[in-house]
């Protein structure tokens, strides 16, 4: 928008903040939330209206009239100085959460520089290995007044909390989001070489105490759903597996002191959203339910914001194929509507090429826009929970609840750590994949451009083009930087991290101040490794960068 738009606009400039209109195209005036005239005991047990326990209707009584949705977009290729980039250019076009993804290695906490994966460097989000990254990507941009969300696990939490130190900061203000949902990790592909259960829960505990304890304002996607739904759970059994996750991390938190009131409010479901609307609008009106009564009925919750679940949602880039891609448009609108009809608080459209190349700008504007289309011009923001009193979508939220508790029993039956362990629970989702495929081949479920309604003459869409040279001069400045190192400092705080660790100590200060003097993702995560008994590399191609013993 121009400057002189913006004087002859004013409103139009807060728009990402508020919505415009609460009159229909037409004119017709709207309430904040319907619901039936004369309401019953069965009513406020099972919905309640919108903002009140247990919030099946939604998290807050006005929903997006009295505060739009986050309207997020993710950034992150090649190098720091690329994502960031990236960042302003969202800025520019609206986006009011910014997301940074990194890197695969940097995602499993292996450096740039490990022999085994040269290539994949920048390749699927941003390098991000030490302090110094973060002092590119993050330069003028004050993390107690802009909340950054992380789209990392592995380390993250500790290399921020090193930069916002040397900023000097102060911690309890520090802002952003991670997702330190390790278990997860583990099943949606990480597996047991990089990620074992063992260590994945102890890493997301130490985390979410760490930020219980100093940093209140930080939040946590947790649980991760995003994955494994990707993986291949169902919606069932996203809410099954998820609040397994939260119900064993909540209790070994209890060990440590922090009650379910310390953390909870600073929880976000991290969910995704699929094709079917009606399903997914009827899966984040179970889940805020089932969490409610959890918080409250077994953790005894006192706080109404540990009982009022915040859900962050990304349309499933696992349901756009690379066929006929621009079809994916009309996936991806339809996914954004199920996640704003579903009450959720912040909303990550996919972008229509994503199936081909890391999303170009164009392909990521288009994905902003499908938002501020859905909410200023098709109305989906206009009242709480819109499909609520529907005969179908009433009866779909109680058989995904049922179904769901269900499993929820089966898998605390056996153990949370021991179903996925054991493999039982990557068992599950290989069963759902498997006759997902079967459906697919059989022609039972159908996909347009895949299996059915195909087209001869499909053109391919542009290919962001990473900058490959700028990537390898990142890599070389990355070695010939670490190894003008003092490591002296550097071993003496890998020694500290791994003494904590097999101490049973909370690993996180001793990882701050290892980041802090320049040690690395892979040996900060490699010496919090040697603690719990595994080893430094779980590809057995890096050595410690001194004898640690």
């Given at each position: 928008?121009?400057?002189?738009?913006?004087?002859?606009?004013?409103?139009?400039?807060?728009?990402?903040?508020?919505?415009?209109?609460?009159?229909?195209?037409?004119?017709?005036?709207?309430?904040?939330?319907?619901?039936p005239?004369?309401?019953?005991?069965?009513?406020?047990?099972?919905?309640?209206?919108?903002?009140?326990?247990?919030?099946?209707?939604?998290?807050?009584?006005?929903m997006?009239?009295?505060?739009?949705?986050?309207?997020?977009?993710?950034?992150?290729?090649?190098?720091?100085?690329?994502?960031?980039?990236?960042?302003?250019?969202?800025?520019?076009?609206?986006?009011?959460?910014?997301?940074?993804?990194?890197?695969?290695?940097?995602?499993?906490?292996?450096?740039?520089?490990?022999?085994?994966?040269?290539?994949?460097?920048?390749?699927?989000?941003?390098?991000?290995?030490?302090?110094?990254?973060?002092?590119?990507?993050?330069?003028?941009?004050?993390?107690?007044?802009?909340?950054?969300?992380?789209?990392?696990?592995?380390?993250?939490?500790?290399?921020v909390?090193?930069?916002?130190?040397?900023?000097?900061y102060?911690?309890?203000?520090?802002?952003?989001?991670?997702?330190?949902?390790?278990?997860?990790?583990?099943?949606?592909?990480?597996?047991?070489?990089?990620?074992?259960?063992?260590?994945?829960?102890?890493?997301t505990?130490?985390?979410?105490?760490?930020?219980?304890?100093?940093?209140?304002?930080?939040?946590?996607?947790?649980?991760?759903?995003?994955?494994?739904?990707?993986?291949?759970?169902?919606?069932?059994?996203?809410?099954?597996?998820?609040?397994?996750?939260?119900?064993?991390?909540?209790?070994?938190?209890a060990?440590?002191?922090?009650?379910?009131?310390q953390?909870?409010?600073?929880?976000?479901?991290?969910?995704?959203?699929?094709?079917?609307?009606f399903e997914?609008?009827?899966?984040?009106?179970?889940?805020?339910?089932?969490?409610?009564?959890?918080?409250?009925?077994?953790?005894?919750?006192?706080?109404?914001?540990?009982?009022?679940?915040?859900?962050?949602?990304?349309t499933?880039?696992?349901?756009?194929?690379?066929?006929?891609?621009l079809?994916?448009?009309?996936?991806?609108?339809?996914?954004?509507?199920?996640?704003?009809?579903?009450?959720?608080?912040?909303?990550?459209?996919c972008?229509?090429?994503?199936?081909?190349?890391?999303?170009?700008?164009?392909?990521?504007?288009?994905?902003?826009?499908?938002?501020?289309?859905?909410?200023?011009?098709?109305?989906?923001?206009?009242?709480?929970?819109?499909?609520?009193g529907?005969?179908?979508?009433?009866?779909?939220?109680?058989d995904?609840?049922?179904?769901?508790?269900?499993?929820?029993?089966?898998?605390?039956a056996?153990?949370?750590?021991?179903?996925?362990?054991?493999?039982?629970?990557?068992?599950?989702?290989?069963?759902?994949?498997?006759?997902?495929?079967?459906?697919?081949?059989?022609?039972?479920?159908?996909?347009?451009?895949?299996?059915?309604?195909?087209?001869?003459?499909?053109?391919?869409?542009?290919?962001?083009?990473?900058?490959?040279?700028?990537?390898?001069?990142?890599?070389?400045?990355?070695?010939?930087?670490?190894?003008?190192?003092?490591?002296?400092?550097?071993?003496?705080?890998?020694?500290?991290?791994?003494?904590?660790?097999?101490?049973?100590?909370?690993?996180?200060?001793?990882?701050?101040?290892?980041?802090?003097?320049?040690?690395?993702?892979?040996?900060?995560?490699?010496?919090?490794?040697?603690?719990?008994?595994?080893?430094?590399?779980?590809?057995?191609?890096?050595?410690?960068?001194?004898?640690?013993?």
């Open positions: 928008m121009s400057g002189a738009d913006r004087e002859k606009f004013p409103e139009v400039d807060d728009a990402h903040l508020r919505l415009s209109r609460t009159k229909t195209w037409g004119g017709l005036e709207t309430e904040a939330a319907y619901g005239p004369e309401p019953d005991a069965d009513y406020a047990e099972q919905l309640g209206d919108p903002g009140q326990f247990p919030y099946a209707r939604g998290s807050y009584p006005q997006y009239r009295s505060r739009m949705w986050t309207q997020r977009t993710i950034v992150g290729y090649g190098t720091p100085a690329d994502t960031r980039a990236g960042l302003e250019a969202a800025r520019a076009q609206g986006a009011t959460g910014l997301d940074v993804v990194l890197d695969t290695l940097s995602q499993e906490a292996l450096d740039p520089d490990h022999p085994m994966f040269g290539p994949e460097v920048g390749s699927e989000g941003c390098s991000i290995t030490w302090l110094p990254d973060l002092e590119v990507l993050l330069d003028g941009i004050d993390l107690t007044a802009t909340d950054i969300a992380w789209h990392a696990t592995v380390g993250l939490y500790p290399l909390l090193a930069y916002a130190e040397k900023q000097g102060d911690l309890t203000r520090l802002q952003g989001s991670h997702m330190p949902d390790h278990v997860t990790l583990t099943l949606s592909g990480y597996g047991e070489k990089l990620l074992p259960v063992d260590l994945a829960q102890r890493a505990v130490d985390v979410l105490e760490h930020v219980a304890r100093f940093t209140p304002r930080w939040a946590t996607g947790f649980p991760q759903c995003y994955n494994l739904r990707e993986r291949g759970l169902t919606p069932v059994s996203e809410i099954a597996v998820g609040m397994a996750i939260v119900n064993q991390t909540l209790a070994d938190l060990v440590r002191g922090i009650g379910v009131d953390i909870a409010p600073s929880m976000a479901w991290v969910s995704t959203t699929d094709v079917d609307l997914e609008v009827a899966k984040f009106r179970a889940l805020r339910r089932v969490w409610a009564r959890t918080m409250r009925d077994r953790f005894g919750s006192q706080d109404l914001r540990s009982q009022r679940l915040r859900i962050a949602c990304h499933s880039g696992r349901s756009l194929p690379c066929q006929q891609p079809n994916n448009l009309a996936r991806a609108t339809v996914q954004t509507l199920a996640a704003i009809l579903g009450g959720v608080q912040s909303v990550e459209t972008t229509y090429d994503e199936p081909v190349s890391i999303p170009t700008p164009e392909a990521r504007e288009l994905a902003i826009r499908t938002q501020q289309i859905l909410a200023h011009e098709v109305g989906a923001a206009r009242t709480a929970d819109p499909l609520g529907s005969w179908y979508v009433e009866a779909l939220t109680d995904l609840e049922a179904a769901a508790l269900k499993m929820l029993g089966q898998i605390e056996q153990g949370l750590l021991a179903a996925v362990g054991s493999g039982h629970l990557e068992e599950l989702i290989d069963q759902h994949n498997h006759r997902t495929e079967q459906e697919m081949q059989s022609g039972e479920r159908l996909r347009v451009g895949v299996n059915a309604f195909r087209s001869e003459h499909s053109t391919p869409p542009p290919r962001f083009q990473i900058d490959h040279v700028a990537v390898a001069a990142h890599v070389a400045e990355f070695r010939a930087r670490k190894a003008a190192r003092d490591l002296e400092p550097i071993r003496d705080a890998m020694r500290d991290v791994r003494g904590a660790t097999a101490a049973g100590e909370n690993s996180i200060p001793a990882m701050v101040r290892a980041f802090g003097v320049h040690a690395t993702s892979g040996e900060v995560w490699g010496a919090f490794r040697l603690g719990l008994g595994h080893p430094y590399d779980p590809f057995g191609a890096v050595a410690p960068p001194l004898p640690l013993d």
